[in-house]
């Protein structure tokens, strides 16, 4: 079986590979011309969807593909054919999502950032933090990694709020409701964390409205897609202190322009597209688990579905 590995880490993903299936032949780059040359030979694609959608363009297609992305946007692109098996990651960002989520709350509610002006000012600052406990989190998109999160941070003793396409029971949420109520219950949130995939209906939704009904103590974190929030009104918000703060991993253009707001805006932290990397292992193993659905004729985890977007 030839398979194209369209990937930074190419050579990496070869050697896992050939480790546990040395039966499969792999033809591997990160170089379009390079991936140009193999792919219509390749009847299975595994890589980066922004490697592997000029291909798609060039009227090339696998009869299956395996993204190393949790998103796929690249490959929903205007254009593109649809008519092939499409796969996303999944099962292996839950926990790393997790660890960044519970980081960040525990650096807000044990107030590291001020604590660390304090000390370069050489300001003794014996303020006392706040727990956990108690607190009302809404996680906004309650799939494979939203799930995750959310059984990470359970044994804390926080609320659990959380927002999907459509209401559901779903421990250990205490409600999930549909996109319509996110207004209602941001309301509610000490912690409003976005983990939505980028689909029409999710775009723009974090806009100057919705901050207005958050309370002035909460945090946004947005490791979900940039096009969610709209720039501005995350900023303006931030300036008039209708939230407390803003951790910020994704954002519309990446990386982000010098200039952009983002860089100066009061009590926001940038941290780089880096919640959940991929891990080449877990997404090998991801990968063989799949490859032996595909032959064996059963269904695959993680499947596209290109109406939904995801």
């Given at each position: 079986?030839?398979?194209?590995?369209?990937?930074a880490?190419?050579?990496?993903?070869?050697?896992?590979?050939?480790?546990?299936?040395?039966?499969?032949?792999?033809?591997?780059?990160?170089?379009?011309?390079?991936?140009?040359?193999?792919?219509?030979?390749?009847?299975?694609?595994?890589?980066?969807?922004?490697?592997?959608?000029?291909?798609?363009?060039?009227?090339?297609?696998?009869?299956?593909?395996?993204?190393?992305?949790?998103?796929?946007t690249?490959?929903?692109?205007?254009?593109l054919?649809t008519?092939?098996?499409?796969t996303?990651?999944?099962?292996?960002?839950?926990?790393?999502?997790?660890?960044?989520?519970?980081c960040?709350?525990?650096?807000?509610?044990?107030?590291?950032?001020?604590?660390?002006?304090a000390?370069?000012?050489?300001?003794?600052?014996?303020?006392?933090p706040?727990?956990?406990?108690?607190?009302?989190?809404?996680?906004?998109?309650?799939?494979?990694?939203?799930?995750?999160?959310?059984?990470?941070?359970?044994?804390?003793?926080?609320?659990?709020?959380?927002?999907?396409?459509?209401?559901?029971?779903?421990?250990?949420?205490?409600?999930?409701?549909g996109?319509?109520?996110?207004?209602?219950?941001?309301?509610?949130?000490?912690?409003?964390?976005?983990?939505?995939?980028?689909?029409?209906?999710?775009?723009?939704?974090?806009?100057?409205?919705?901050?207005?009904?958050?309370?002035?103590?909460?945090?946004f974190?947005?490791?979900?897609?940039?096009?969610?929030?709209?720039?501005?009104?995350?900023?303006?918000?931030?300036?008039?202190?209708?939230?407390?703060?803003?951790v910020?991993?994704?954002?519309?253009?990446?990386?982000?322009?010098?200039?952009?707001?983002?860089?100066?805006?009061?009590?926001?932290?940038?941290?780089?597209?880096?919640?959940?990397?991929?891990?080449?292992?877990?997404?090998?193993?991801?990968?063989?688990?799949?490859?032996?659905?595909?032959?064996?004729?059963?269904?695959?985890?993680g499947?596209v579905?290109?109406?939904r977007?995801?």
């Open positions: 079986m030839r398979v194209l590995l369209a990937e880490e190419h050579a990496l993903y070869a050697e896992l590979l050939r480790q546990q299936a040395p039966e499969l032949e792999l033809f591997g780059s990160d170089q379009p011309a390079r991936l140009a040359e193999y792919a219509a030979g390749c009847p299975i694609w595994l890589g980066q969807p922004d490697l592997l959608a000029p291909l798609l363009r060039q009227g090339v297609k696998p009869q299956w593909l395996q993204s190393t992305w949790a998103g796929i690249p490959l929903l692109a205007s254009g054919p008519d092939y098996l499409l996303r990651a999944v099962g292996i960002f839950g926990q790393v999502m997790a660890e960044y989520v519970l960040h709350l525990l650096a807000h509610e044990r107030q590291l950032f001020a604590a660390l002006a000390q370069v000012e050489q300001r003794w600052d014996n303020r006392r706040h727990s956990l406990a108690g607190r009302k989190v809404l996680i906004v998109g309650t799939g494979d990694i939203g799930l995750s999160v959310a059984q990470f941070l359970a044994p804390f003793g926080v609320e659990l709020l959380g927002v999907a396409s459509s209401p559901r029971q779903l421990p250990p949420f205490r409600q999930v409701l996109l319509d109520d996110l207004p209602s219950l941001a309301g509610e949130a000490d912690y409003l964390i976005n983990l939505l995939p980028d689909t029409p209906a999710t775009r723009d939704i974090y806009d100057a409205a919705l901050f207005a009904q958050l309370k002035p103590s909460a945090l974190i947005n490791a979900g897609r940039g096009v969610a929030v709209v720039d501005a009104d995350l900023v303006a918000a931030l300036e008039q202190s209708h939230l407390a703060g803003a910020i991993d994704v954002c519309r253009e990446e990386p982000l322009p010098t200039g952009h707001p983002f860089w100066s805006a009061p009590r926001l932290l940038l941290t780089g597209h880096s919640s959940a990397p991929t891990e080449p292992r877990l997404l090998v193993q991801l990968f063989l688990d799949n490859l032996a659905r595909w032959q064996g004729g059963d269904e695959l985890r499947p579905d290109f109406a977007g995801y």
